[in-house]
């Protein structure tokens, strides 16, 4: 017996239609490998969407490759993740719950101040199966808190809970902020505990429990995720826990990072275009970060870099971190609103000059533009009267109303 363990598909997740595409790609290929390799089941421990209302084209495709698992008398055993969860019971898994696709295994007996989880058992292997979702914020925790853990761990056989959570003890380093709980809180006496939420790869047989899992994302789901990771993929695992990390690598990842600092824009962007090589038909990232010693961020010709790698599959430009000298941070003292202001922009009159603007001229004419941005719709106000009034503000804060009216 064999079975296949997923999580954090968050299909769906990408704006960028491409990798919206291959995200979706990822599940097909997955899916196609579980019943090439005969799995007995397929488990999926949370965030098999990016949100519990997913489009209706994205729960046709998935509803689509998940009819290929049934075909085959594979089930599919998931719990909600803290994306695909909702407070408010209204989620997509249910659609493909109801139309046989899928089973959500949260089994849920609410007993005086306790819960308690009954087992779901899969026919064709004898395996059973139990599991709590998981909430944002980590909410979910109080569940834990109150879960009556006897028949959990008294029940026979081969055993496996399935948690969408972070485990405190084995957080990686650079997500020890993230919400998490400490492995006490799970029930113990199972022989597999197939994790998700957390977008690593780890694995550890912990005394008491048995082998913990997370195989981290299925498809890699922001920018930092494709620099460090490239690719994702899943467990598939046996009845003697030997395990099998199968990576899904669809199309490469090549990333390039550059630093500003001590450069002119002109000076970074042929920095740029003179590194970026071997990117064609490859995800391509780009992130530039530091202090440009002269000019502004947008002086940096990115859509001449951006020209330049037509041919890749696509390109993410991270420039968050890309600073200059002239916009430099200010340590302002602590103070009233008004104060705090004021001295902003009194520190920056002198690197923005307007024509024909005496300082004391322009220092007015922020603050006058600061308090038309202010302004709120009336409550019996409509939009476009609204509008009309702002524009009619700003135009005589600027006095431009005759250059307006041609």
Same mark, same amino acid.
Request: a negative charge; charged letters at 35%; hydrophobic letters at 35%.
């Given at each position: ?278 990117? =064609? /038909? &490859?995800?391509?990232? $780009? ?7 002269? *000019?502004?961020?947008? +002086?940096? !010709?990115? %859509? ?54 005496? =300082? /004391? &001229?322009?220092?007015? $004419? ?7 941005? *202010?302004?709120?719709? +009336?409550? !019996?106000? %409509? ?24």
């Amino acid at each position: 017996m064999k079975f296949a363990h997923l999580a954090d598909c968050h299909i769906g997740g990408w704006r960028e239609e491409k990798l919206k595409e291959l995200g979706i790609e990822s599940f097909r290929n997955t899916i196609d490998i579980c019943i090439k390799e005969n799995v007995g089941f397929v488990i999926i421990s949370g965030d098999l969407f990016n949100t519990s209302l997913p489009s209706i084209e994205t729960l046709k495709e998935v509803a689509s490759i998940l009819e290929k698992l049934r075909s085959k008398d594979i089930a599919v055993y998931l719990v909600p993740g803290s994306h695909d969860f909702s407070a408010s019971g209204k989620t997509m898994l249910d659609v493909l719950e109801k139309a046989g696709l899928c089973k959500n295994i949260v089994n849920i007996e609410e007993i005086d101040d306790k819960i308690k989880l009954k087992f779901i058992t899969d026919d064709k292997t004898n395996v059973k199966l139990a599991g709590l979702f998981g909430k944002k914020g980590g909410l979910e925790k109080s569940y834990y808190e109150i879960l009556d853990k006897k028949n959990l761990e008294e029940e026979s056989g081969f055993k496996i809970f399935l948690f969408h959570t972070g485990l405190t003890e084995f957080m990686p380093k650079n997500m020890e902020e993230v919400d998490s709980q400490p492995v006490s809180l799970l029930p113990k006496n199972f022989d597999y505990y197939a994790g998700g939420h957390i977008h690593y790869i780890f694995d550890k047989k912990e005394d008491d429990y048995g082998l913990i899992a997370f195989p981290g994302p299925l498809f890699p789901n922001n920018f930092k995720e494709l620099e460090e990771l490239k690719n994702g993929g899943f467990y598939i695992v046996n009845d003697k826990l030997e395990m099998n990390y199968i990576p899904i690598k669809l199309k490469e990842v090549i990333s390039f990072k550059f630093n500003a600092d001590d450069k002119t824009p002109d000076e970074l962007e042929k920095e740029i275009i003179s590194s970026i090589k071997d990117f =064609e /038909d &490859k995800i391509v990232t $780009l992130r530039v970060e530091g202090v440009l010693k002269s *000019g502004k961020p947008n +002086d940096v !010709n990115f %859509k001449e870099i951006l020209s330049r790698l037509e041919n890749s599959f696509v390109v993410l430009k991270n420039t968050n971190k890309l600073t200059t000298k002239e916009f430099e941070e200010l340590e302002v003292e602590t103070g009233n609103i008004e104060e705090i202001e004021d001295k902003i922009i009194k520190s920056h009159l002198s690197q923005i000059k307007v024509k024909d603007f005496t =300082e /004391d &001229k322009e220092e007015k $004419l922020v603050h006058d533009l600061l308090e038309q941005f *202010g302004l709120e719709k +009336d409550e !019996n106000e %409509k939009n476009a009267d609204f509008e009309d009034r702002l524009t009619d503000s700003i135009i005589k804060s600027l006095n431009i109303k005759e250059i307006w009216e041609k």
